[in-house]
């Protein structure tokens, strides 16, 4: 029996605990949360056995196999750090921190402490992604040659997941104050991820524009919040295999839910994983096709979620692909987009490499 203890009990907590729950041979022990009575509830809620509000008291009183770190942004770093000192295996939510020092650091020390470590990228569950990315693996398109991704939401031009100007949920993440890195480090570490990891390859140059738009609310403050995190960006991506890509975000995109789609395209042919419309499939144009643009529409059996990935990790003591070293490339993205806003020009990408164990 694996044991398995939870750190952060908001709102994302509420999956990893469902998922490891449903689990046979695995045991959530324990949980923490340095709101007393939002760890209670939530234990009491996924049946786990005892509460605590300090993540050292949990981690030296505990038998634990693993730890998922679902705290703020800003406590990635530090409780992820404590967790991989005392040799436990870690899976920590995305992004993996709030600069590219501290993801480092963390990627470092996971690889010299020989543990089991791994990022919530949670778009990574889907069997499209996963399928089609094996699909260009095999050499399937050919040479990369062009990419194209967007993430886009519309809830602050429609109250499509409630009203932002009554919603501290939402309205934190309009204000750097609040450890917003807005858009492009909310959802630009998604779509980051799932460009690189469809196309098979790093991103080596980007040259990166922000914007913050007028929100409506005078002098852009809504109570505590100053509402100046940026709201889209886009970036024109140079990737390490020669190809060009185009990656693009807003929370502007009027009828956008939630909508992710990545197309690579190939001198022998072209792939397209749009999340919005099949979680579960992709579409293809290769072979006997490629003279007629005919495209095919691929359904795959669901794969094994990142949950399900750390578990077997965990048993087999081989970790997973989506690993802090790949959660420090995502990191240097976003931190090289801000610097190519900041700069009005291209930059390239640059990651030292590992410490050695």
């Avoid at 040659?145 to 939401?153: F, M």
């Avoid at 886009?234 to 693009?248: K, N, P, Q, W």
């Avoid at 397209?272 to 099949?278: F, G, M, Q």
Wanted: aromatic share 8%.
């Amino acid at each position: 029996m694996l044991n398995i203890g939870i750190i952060g009990t908001g709102g994302m907590a509420n999956a990893h605990a469902a998922a490891f729950g449903a689990m046979r041979g695995v045991r959530l022990t324990a949980c923490c949360d340095v709101v007393a009575e939002r760890a209670a509830a939530f234990a009491e809620k996924h049946n786990i056995p005892r509460v605590y509000t300090d993540y050292d008291v949990m981690l030296d009183s505990e038998k634990l196999h693993g730890v998922t770190n679902v705290t703020p942004d800003a406590m990635h770093a530090k409780i992820s750090l404590a967790v991989i000192a005392r040799g436990l295996n870690i899976l920590c939510e995305k992004p993996l921190a709030t600069s590219l020092a501290d993801a480092i650091a963390m990627r470092d020390a996971a690889q010299a402490a020989g543990v089991i470590n791994m990022v919530n990228f949670s778009y990574r569950n889907s069997a499209g992604l996963q399928k089609a990315a094996e699909i260009v693996r095999k050499g399937t398109l050919g040479r990369i040659i062009h990419v194209e991704s967007s993430y886009l939401q519309s809830w602050l031009n429609k109250a499509c997941w409630g009203d932002w100007q009554t919603n501290p949920g939402l309205a934190w993440r309009l204000s750097t104050r609040h450890g917003s890195a807005g858009d492009l480090g909310d959802i630009g570490c998604h779509i980051y991820d799932m460009t690189c990891f469809l196309a098979g390859q790093d991103i080596s140059e980007i040259n990166c524009q922000l914007r913050t738009f007028d929100k409506g609310v005078p002098g852009n403050v809504l109570g505590e919040y100053v509402l100046d995190a940026n709201d889209s960006f886009a970036s024109i991506v140079s990737l390490s295999g020669g190809a060009l890509g185009v990656v693009h975000s807003s929370r502007w995109a009027t009828g956008q839910g939630n909508s992710l789609r990545v197309r690579v395209f190939g001198d022998q042919g072209g792939i397209e994983v749009d999340l919005d419309r099949d979680w579960n499939g992709y579409r293809i144009c290769t072979g006997k096709d490629l003279k007629a643009n005919a495209w095919k529409t691929v359904t795959c059996k669901p794969t094994p979620t990142n949950f399900e990935r750390f578990i077997k990790s965990i048993k087999t003591g081989v970790n997973d692909v989506n690993d802090f070293a790949n959660g420090a490339k995502i990191q240097a993205y976003l931190h090289y987009s801000f610097a190519s806003d900041a700069a009005h020009a291209p930059v390239a990408v640059e990651l030292p490499d590992a410490v050695s164990a």
